[in-house]
């Protein structure tokens, strides 16, 4: 797998609840358009574990089968209207890409 991740965090005016709801409501039904999108997880995140992690609402993990098939999708119509959606709401993000490897198969 090769994927998306980003953590975001909600713009100031927002509450979290309002954020998480958008990003899992109408900001998903874009994102699930994306070609190519394997498999999608999101984690709501309700709790920090030290002070310097604090601040943050959510992390989204979208999956791929390769590195081109990501590249794909962010140059696709589908990507294009995610990015305009979220427009100038003013939250912010960290957005990585990368190799998966399971450490542990649980």
Partial sequence: MYNLVLLAARPPEWTHERFIT?????HAELALALPGLRSWRHTDIDTALE????????????????????????????WAAAVA??????????????????????
């Fill in 22 to 26: 958008w990003w899992r409501g109408e």
């Fill in 85 to 106: 959606q979220v427009g100038d709401m003013r939250g912010r993000r960290i957005a990585v890409m990368g190799g998966e490897l399971e450490m542990y198969p649980g």
């Fill in 51 to 78: 002070p310097r992690s604090e601040g943050w609402d959510g992390v989204s993990v979208l999956c791929f089968d390769t590195a081109e098939d990501l590249r794909g999708a962010l140059d696709s119509p589908e």
